[in-house]
């Protein structure tokens, strides 16, 4: 799952004015009818007109609006918070620790009006407080943005909020490792996009699908990668296909239906082929499942293909991961040296490494280099995942 945030594009679009003002009405339990009634334009379909945004409002039908809601015209159109609430997605955007961001956004909070307008800001907060390792507001923020976007989503058929925040909820809610909470959201929210976003809704059971194996809970799991699958299959995107292929194969693997995770594995890579990194990602899962096949020939020239591939150039993990399979494979512990050479290789790679090296060497009988690995092996953390099953 993305450790990024979710929010808007860099630009901020002004809610129009129509919307804004029903929001407005909502937000206070009033409805458009009794706008109607308050009002002097003619017509009472022509305020449903406005408020629909299908008519534009005169000076003197706003006026007699912001009266009726005292809330002053600059705040109806917007305008005054414009630059403040600009600067504030600028910052995030940044992706920086901004305690100008959370400055800002806890102001704009207070003053902000219509539902979207709310949610804007809060998604910006929460992504503030994110950045600035403040997870408990972070959540906080996110769960007070949450059944804004519930309304939009009711009132007005728009999942883009919903989908932002859901994602944000996604990270603080991992963080704290509360996936039961999160389970529960998940199942809430995913089918707003069912039928009308397949892409994004495999993307929400390929969420759900981790945080049920993280639970252990497999016959859920399987469940939602299947789901998940699905779903890009309606999108007629190949590289999203190859992925479900993938997150399928990958779960048979960890099931230990090996041959089936082998069938699955051959779709993936085949619809995988145009996309260099995704398909290099489920070569190096593939291998897992050779080994346990003992089709080491077949594994050697998956190794050879993924070479071949020139973005393995840029991917250090990758080859890390590539050289240690390698070792796997064949039985032999020196082609694992390799991995501590990659200057850019992660540490729980060189970790693991040195273990499977170490691993021979003490079957070996060879007390002087198990002593030299074993000091190498003393550089890393002991807490990180060492067995090549979990690479």
């Not at 993305?2 to 003002?21: C, E, F, L, M």
């Not at 929460?126 to 989503?153: C, N, T, V």
């Not at 925040?165 to 996936?179: G, P």
């Not at 309606?234 to 779960?251: E, F, P, V």
Request: aromatic residues 10%.
């Amino acid at each position: 799952m993305d450790k990024q945030t979710h929010s808007d594009p860099a630009t901020i679009t002004k809610v129009p004015i129509g919307r804004y003002i029903t929001e407005i009405l909502y937000s206070r339990n009033l409805t458009p009818h009794y706008l109607s009634q308050k009002v002097d334009f003619g017509k009472k379909d022509t305020v449903y007109s406005c408020l629909r945004d299908e008519r534009r409002l005169s000076p003197n039908e706003l006026q007699q609006i912001s009266d009726i809601l005292h809330v002053p015209i600059e705040r109806l159109k917007q305008t005054d918070l414009e630059q403040e609430a600009f600067e504030l997605r600028l910052l995030v955007r940044s992706k920086q620790r901004s305690p100008r961001a959370i400055d800002l956004g806890l102001k704009l909070q207070k003053l902000a009006l219509g539902w979207t307008e709310k949610f804007d800001i809060l998604n910006d907060l929460g992504s503030a407080y994110y950045y600035m390792d403040k997870f408990p507001q972070a959540h906080q923020a996110w769960l007070e943005a949450l059944p804004l976007a519930e309304k939009i989503r009711d009132t007005f058929s728009e999942t883009d909020r919903l989908y932002m925040v859901t994602n944000n909820l996604i990270l603080t809610y991992t963080q704290k490792q509360d996936f039961s909470a999160l389970t529960y959201l998940l199942d809430k929210v995913e089918t707003a996009f069912t039928f009308s976003n397949p892409k994004r809704a495999g993307l929400l059971a390929t969420s759900s699908a981790i945080i049920a194996t993280e639970m252990g809970d497999y016959e859920k799991a399987q469940q939602k990668w299947q789901e998940a699958f699905e779903q890009f299959e309606r999108t007629n995107d190949q590289s999203l296909i190859g992925k479900g292929y993938h997150n399928l194969a990958y779960y048979e693997f960890r099931v230990g239906n090996f041959a089936e995770s082998h069938r699955l594995f051959a779709k993936a890579l085949h619809a995988l082929t145009p996309d260099p990194i995704p398909h290099l990602i489920a070569i190096g899962d593939y291998l897992k499942t050779l080994i346990k096949l003992k089709e080491t020939d077949t594994a050697l020239h998956m190794i050879a293909v993924a070479r071949s591939i020139r973005e393995l150039e840029s991917l250090p993990d990758l080859q890390a991961k590539f050289h240690i399979l390698e070792s796997v494979a064949t039985g032999n512990p020196q082609l694992a040296e390799s991995v501590l050479q990659i200057t850019e290789a992660g540490p729980h790679l060189k970790l693991m490494a040195c273990k499977w090296i170490m691993h021979h060497l003490s079957h070996q009988g060879d007390a002087d280099k198990l002593l030299r690995y074993y000091k190498k092996a003393e550089q890393f953390d002991k807490n990180v995942v060492t067995h090549w099953e979990e690479l």
